[in-house]
């Protein structure tokens, strides 16, 4: 849990040093510096983090937000009978986004 929050430490003071050093607009050395040390400060992070969990508890969380965000659009947003498809299409459409989500929800829990 330490190390997430250092990575996590890492990771907010790599990107504000960043986006602070090209926000100034200035042409210096020590700015360079800075932004060197912002930038290895970035993947230090992220080297701790996946290091920490996993990369495939990684790839499983960013695959189950993925199909939760697809399973909501076809619940929610797919196209109603009244814009340009058959009845039947709308409940398939739903019906998809309902076994997409429910995936996608045990993959970010479990």
Same mark, same amino acid.
Do not use: E
């Given at each position: 849990m330490i190390a997430i929050l250092v990575?996590?430490?890492? #990771?907010?003071?790599?990107?504000?040093a960043v986006f602070l050093s090209a926000e100034s607009g200035k042409k210096d050395e020590r700015l360079l510096v +800075?932004?060197? +040390?912002?930038?290895?400060s970035i993947v230090a992070g992220i080297w701790l983090i #996946?290091? /920490?969990i996993g990369i495939f508890t990684i790839i499983k969380k960013i695959a189950g937000l993925l199909l939760l965000? @697809?399973?909501?659009?076809m619940i929610l947003k797919f196209p109603d009978?009244?814009? !340009?498809?058959?009845?039947? !299409? /709308? #409940? /398939?459409?739903? @019906? #998809?986004?309902?076994?997409?989500?429910?995936?996608? +929800? !045990?993959?970010?829990? @479990?």
């Open positions: 990575a996590a430490i890492l #990771i907010a003071l790599g990107i504000l +800075v932004m060197l +040390v912002g930038g290895i #996946i290091s /920490t965000v @697809f399973g909501g659009f009978i009244d814009v !340009y498809q058959p009845k039947g !299409y /709308t #409940i /398939t459409g739903i @019906f #998809i986004g309902i076994i997409c989500a429910v995936i996608g +929800v !045990y993959l970010l829990l @479990f």
